[in-house]
């Protein structure tokens, strides 16, 4: 990896919500770990996104170095795709948000990562055909 790969990580760090985990630091092998374990690749940054704001940071960070780009999702992509070799992941782990505007009654907002264990119970039940 080079001085300036590096160096670029401090500026990815500064744009994300999200945290950026490089080669050598705390979470590295967890975080680029696949499910299908035949696959072994290691990113040389690992962009842990919490918002669509850094999904397009990271992008926009990736792209204007000309790194090859894979987007981890649940990890379970059989063929690998969802890591790269010296390239940079987008980890999708942790946008799991939900958010319900129950002023509106309009439909919930839920992340791309969002599965049933992450969703929050309702303190209430609001349905837009009976008073919540």
Do not use: K
């Not at 990736?62 to 390239?87: C, F, Q, T, W, Y």
């Amino acid at each position: 990896m080079t001085q300036l790969a590096e160096a670029g990580f401090d500026e990815l760090r500064g744009a994300l919500t999200g945290t950026v985990i490089g080669p050598g630091e705390e979470g590295y092998d967890d975080a680029r770990r696949l499910w299908n374990a035949q696959h072994d690749r290691r990113p040389a940054v690992i962009a842990r996104v919490r918002t669509a704001e850094d999904v397009s940071a990271a992008v926009r960070f990736g792209v204007a170095r000309g790194l090859e780009i894979a987007v981890r999702g649940g990890s379970h992509s059989m063929s690998g795709a969802s890591s790269v070799d010296d390239g940079l992941m987008i980890d999708l782990s942790e946008l799991n948000q939900v958010t319900v505007d129950v002023d509106a009654r309009g439909p919930a907002s839920v992340a791309v990562h969002c599965c049933a264990i992450s969703t929050p119970r309702p303190r209430r039940t609001v349905s837009p055909y009976r008073p919540g």
